[in-house]
């Protein structure tokens, strides 16, 4: 048996070689975090390496032993005007390399880039089905700056009647209406503004500025997305007298793991709350998905521990906690200690 290498991989000509290694890697580590779950496409992982943000720069590193991937770790950077301090990693080894000083060598190799690029404060997350991970951050001096959970509900749990209950509750003076597919184009900015929100959201104690999305990064998740199969609804909710959207909420579908929905961004703007409008929209996105696709069983959603208006809505729909994950931060001079 050969000696474990490290290779660098560029990722946006990625060969299809390392494009195949890398989906058989994703499909052993995705075994371990979510053992219940069918295992990824094989469309799915090429579609994702090959469709990576013009305004992201990523360095993927690879783990191999005669020629097959062991592990693989990644360091993120986004060109944007805001969070010019960070830049997001991940290092994924599988369990029989775990404890033989790779993922110290990997960090080497993330701290590296990260000095040359000026990001002074890592950030990375693990899951609770994983506990090596969290571990392995620990030693480096990582500190959890986020708890969250990705909550699930199991749709013939939903309480009897609930769904029309919430539904048939919608106050007065506002008109609803279903995007499907990409955002209109006189309708981007607003949605864009309304985004916006997702900043009041609880963060934690994470080092991060608020997050400015752009039609240009929302395009191309609607492209990325529509290169995966996966569909989008989005509805709204306008306020008649104003014309203005006062929320909405989106609802993603992948034909690839064709029995699970997946519950986006629910966002409310503060002068229309009280008034029940996120819970009508979830529950009528609900009744839709219940009705057109009836395959779908699971409906999954990520959410802050901290974020009680949130949970309070979907604990009473059902959803239940599927799986918890921590966002890590440290600091790079941390890490450059740690490594000696």
């Known amino acids: 048996m050969s000696q474990i290498t490290i290779r660098s991989i560029d990722i946006r000509n990625i060969s299809d070689d390392d494009a195949r290694a890398s989906h058989e890697l994703r499909v052993a580590m995705a075994a371990e975090r979510t053992p219940d779950d069918p295992a990824p496409k094989w469309e799915e992982t090429e579609a994702q390496l090959r469709t990576i943000p013009p305004f992201v720069d990523v360095w993927v590193w690879s783990v191999e032993q005669d020629g097959k991937a062991l592990g693989t770790a990644d360091l993120g950077v986004m ?3 805001e969070n010019q301090h960070l830049a997001q990693f991940s290092i994924k080894l599988l369990p029989e390399v775990r404890q033989q000083g790779i993922g110290r060598q ?6 590296a880039v990260a000095e040359a690029e000026n990001r002074t404060l890592l950030m990375t ?9 969290a571990a392995f951050l620990e030693r480096v001096g990582a500190t959890v700056g986020l708890e969250s959970h990705v909550n699930q509900l199991k749709l013939a749990e939903i309480p009897e009647g609930l769904l029309e209950t919430w539904t048939s509750e919608l106050a007065d003076g506002f008109t609803p209406c279903l995007w499907e597919g990409p955002y209109p184009e006189e309708n981007i900015q607003e949605v864009i503004e309304l985004f916006d929100i997702f900043n009041t959201v609880p963060r934690g104690t994470l080092q991060v500025d608020d997050f400015k999305l752009t039609e240009e990064q929302l395009r191309h998740q609607e492209e990325s997305r529509a290169k995966r199969g996966v569909e989008r609804w989005s509805l709204h909710l306008r306020d008649n007298e104003t014309g203005k959207i006062a929320g909405l909420t989106e609802l993603f579908w992948n034909p690839h793991k064709p029995t699970f929905a997946h519950q986006g961004i629910t966002a409310v703007w503060p002068q229309y709350r009280g008034k029940r409008l996120g819970r009508w929209l979830k529950a009528e996105l609900l009744r839709k998905l219940i009705a057109e696709r009836p395959q779908v069983t699971i409906v999954r959603t990520e959410n ?3 974020n009680d208006a949130m949970l309070k809505i979907n604990t009473e729909l059902g959803f239940k906690p599927y799986l918890a994950e921590l966002v890590w931060q440290v600091p790079t001079e941390t890490v450059k200690a740690y490594l000696g």
């Open 125 to 133: 997350d693990t899951a609770s089905t994983v506990p090596a991970g």
């Open 304 to 306: 802050a521990d901290s």
């Open 106 to 111: 990997l960090l080497r190799e993330i701290v």
């Open 79 to 81: 060109r944007t005007d």
